[in-house]
């Protein structure tokens, strides 16, 4: 995650002002509390349905002081709002609530949401479709793109928009998850020295060769234990097997198919150990409600 913070022109800025200008109303400019309107059906089933029963507000109209003021964003369509919300609620909130409980939902999920229409492009050539805050708020991207099966003019090649903002979703949960409760510090040894800032330049099939499931998976420890989590849960007990069985290739530095299938299994394993000694969570049965979800958003 990260932070970057932009200052610039400020001596032009106050140059530019002199003793007698006047800011004029600010109470009407946008993002600064002047900005106000009668709530709709949006607004009430926001209340109805995420914030009187897990305290989660949502912010979907525009506000460019919620987001990097570096980058070129534009809003959500307000059509988009209710289906984005309503699949969260029945692909992430719905297998967790269910499997441990609503208590712990309204406990530990980010009590802030905040819905960007486009993707964020970093400098690096990388996409940014989501990223937590302190374990308070997520912001998602792209939802301009998003629809899922009983949406009109959905095709069968939208469910990777899908499959990523869910992802997303269970790659920064994970973090509050781990941020709360460390993992287990046995799982950063499996890997150790092949973490490394360019895994922007690895494609994710060399990094399953090398013992990971995606390449973003390499940037650092912690990233690579939440991606196994949100892999683990996306892609459900047949699918991860297929991703590790697929693995038939030496990387390119000489990891063999048999020492990256270990690694990978040797993670999975401390992910769900991780699952029930610190939460109590029944690892498999959440994987099986949370891939049933998601298949039940694509086909």
């Not at 009407?28 to 209340?47: A, F, N, Q, Y």
């Not at 374990?135 to 301009?144: C, D, K, Q, S």
């Not at 629809?147 to 928009?161: A, C, I, K, L």
């Amino acid at each position: 995650m990260k932070h970057i913070t932009i200052s610039l022109l400020l001596l032009a800025l106050f140059a530019g002002c002199r003793k007698d200008d006047k800011p004029g109303n600010v109470g009407d400019i946008p993002g600064l509390g002047g900005d106000t309107w009668v709530p709709g059906p949006i607004d009430i089933w926001i209340k109805d349905s995420l914030t009187k029963s897990l305290n989660i507000a949502v912010k979907y109209k525009w506000d460019q002081g919620e987001l990097a003021p570096y980058q070129t964003l534009v809003p959500p369509r307000e059509d988009k709002i209710i289906p984005v919300l309503s699949t969260i609620r029945r692909a992430w909130i719905k297998p967790y609530t269910e499997e441990v409980g609503e208590l712990f939902m309204k406990k530990y999920t980010p009590k802030f949401f905040v819905l960007v229409g486009s993707a964020s492009y970093n400098i690096d050539g990388t996409i940014t479709l989501g990223q937590a805050e302190g374990g308070r708020t997520i912001e998602l991207y792209a939802l301009n793109d998003f629809r899922v099966s009983w949406m009109p003019g959905y095709q069968p090649t939208d469910s990777p928009n899908v499959k990523m903002m869910f992802h997303t979703i269970h790659h920064e949960f994970a973090h509050i998850m781990n941020q709360t409760l460390n993992y287990q510090v046995e799982y950063k040894r499996i890997s150790v020295g092949q973490y490394t800032s360019n895994w922007n330049n690895i494609s994710d099939e060399e990094a399953n060769r090398r013992g990971f499931v995606t390449a973003y998976s390499m940037a650092a420890p912690d990233e690579d234990f939440v991606e196994m989590v949100a892999m683990m849960l996306m892609e459900g007990k047949d699918g991860f097997d297929r991703l590790v069985n697929s693995i038939t290739e030496t990387a390119e530095d000489g990891t063999t198919p048999e020492q990256a299938k270990a690694r990978i299994r040797q993670k999975q394993a401390l992910v769900v150990d991780y699952y029930r000694t610190s939460w109590g969570i029944n690892f498999s049965n959440l994987q099986l409600r949370t891939r049933a979800a998601l298949v039940g958003l694509i086909k």
